[in-house]
């Protein structure tokens, strides 16, 4: 394993990385620094597996299978969770639009977390068993869905 001091762009500090590619010219300096930055997106998912919203300390598995397949449930919703969370800010991006965060003011990067528990409290009313009305809809929801797409628009309408 060999260190790497990385001076920042700005040269008043630095990036101390350890790795075991000793060819510089295989991976350089940025690169490195790069694939450091980006463990970061790794770390955060973890960190919402781990979270009490998420509820999978509520479970308990004996079985060596069932343990993986709850783990394979979990990297799955991860996936569906980055997924999302890439779409809402590509398309608040694209169209230079914002949505509220948690204190209501407007940003361009919302989590997926955020955007979950700014739906969370939309119900659907059936009246009569056939009629249904979508209660709790506003123009940020609205705003947001419309940004989505038709499909996203069609589950709340």
Known sequence: MTFRVLPTPCSKNCFILATNQLDYEELTNEELR???KDQQKVERGFRFLKDPFFMASTLF???RKRIMALMMVMTL???VYAALDYRIREQLDTNS???PNQK???VSAPTARWVFQFFSGIHVLIIGGAQQVVLNLN???LRLLKLLGARYERLYS
């Open 34 to 36: 790069e694939a450091y």
């Open 61 to 63: 598995l004996k079985s």
């Open 104 to 106: 209501g003011k407007p």
């Open 97 to 99: 639009e914002t949505f």
């Open 77 to 79: 919703c991860l996936l």
């Open 139 to 141: 123009e940020h929801h």
